[in-house]
Nanobody, 116 residues
Framework: QVQLVESGGGSVQPGGSLRLSCTASGFTFDTYAMSWYRQAPGKERQLVAVITSAGVITFTADSVKGRFTISRDNARNTAYLLMNSLRPEDTAVYYC?????????WGQGTQVTVSS
């Protein structure tokens, strides 16, 4: 059974940091590119960052560049999103995504709220 389980979300003050984790099971994790998306209330889902199966970062959204970093540990079947200097506009549900030659899997999402 394929599973992507996100964790690490929560509430944080502006300027704070969080690290999201996405742990995979049920498929060959190290052959899949991993991505993080986010969706704020009333808005479309937005691509945040992408990392290849080999660990090369191929995309970071301009709105988070210099603040967010995607990474992965293939030995742990886990992808990460390190988020620094958080802003209220980063508030959203964050989803991880695994993709490989037309096969796509999604996690259930984790809420990130940035507020003073």
């Amino acid at each position: 059974q394929v599973q992507l389980v996100e964790s690490g979300g929560g509430s944080v003050q502006p300027g704070g940091s969080l690290r999201l984790s996405c742990t995979a099971s049920g498929f060959t994790f190290d052959t899949y590119a991993m991505s993080w998306y986010r969706q704020a209330p009333g808005k479309e889902r937005q691509l945040v960052a992408v990392i290849t199966s080999a660990g090369v970062i191929t995309f970071t959204a301009d709105s988070v560049k210099g603040r967010f970093t995607i990474s992965r540990d293939n030995a742990r079947n886990t992808a990460y999103l390190l988020m620094n200097s958080l802003r209220p506009e980063d508030t959203a549900v964050y989803y991880c995504n695994a993709a490989d030659y037309g096969r796509v899997y999604w996690g259930q999402g984790t809420q990130v709220t940035v507020s003073s």
